[in-house]
């Protein structure tokens, strides 16, 4: 896990506008459990939302390069990324059914 911890703090921040939209494109599937996302990269998304005439206008700021550190900071934390499991410790498999679902939690003490 630590190499992935790794990958995702190695990221450089977007210096086009093509990186930006790549960046922003790869947290889509994230965004659902990235509590307050939008508010979060919506200075990201006002320079990427130009229109075609306007893109070469392309400005990355402090306020872009603070949401790009903090939306890394949510990637790599909880509730999106879970603790290490220690090694020594056993994990705990607690499931439940019923006749309309099943649920299920891995748990280390």
């Given at each position: 896990m630590?190499?992935?911890?790794?990958?995702?703090?190695?990221?450089?921040?977007?210096?086009t506008?093509?990186?930006?939209?790549?960046?922003?494109?790869?947290?889509?599937?994230?965004?659902?459990?990235?509590?307050?996302?939008?508010?979060?990269?919506?200075?990201?998304?006002?320079?990427?939302?130009?229109?075609?005439?306007?893109?070469?206008?392309?400005?990355?700021?402090?306020?872009?390069?603070?949401?790009?550190?903090?939306?890394?900071?949510?990637?790599?934390?909880?509730?999106?990324?879970?603790?290490?499991?220690?090694?020594?410790?056993?994990l705990?498999?607690t499931?439940?059914?019923?006749?309309?679902?099943?649920?299920?939690?891995?748990?280390?003490?």
């Amino acid at each position: 896990m630590k190499e992935k911890i790794d990958t995702i703090l190695q990221i450089q921040e977007p210096r086009t506008l093509a990186q930006a939209n790549r960046f922003l494109g790869s947290l889509g599937w994230y965004r659902k459990f990235l509590p307050h996302f939008a508010d979060v990269a919506a200075p990201i998304h006002t320079v990427t939302n130009l229109t075609k005439p306007n893109r070469r206008k392309f400005k990355w700021q402090k306020t872009q390069s603070d949401a790009f550190h903090q939306l890394k900071q949510m990637l790599i934390t909880e509730p999106l990324f879970l603790h290490y499991p220690v090694d020594d410790l056993p994990l705990i498999l607690t499931t439940d059914a019923s006749d309309i679902g099943i649920g299920g939690v891995l748990q280390q003490e």
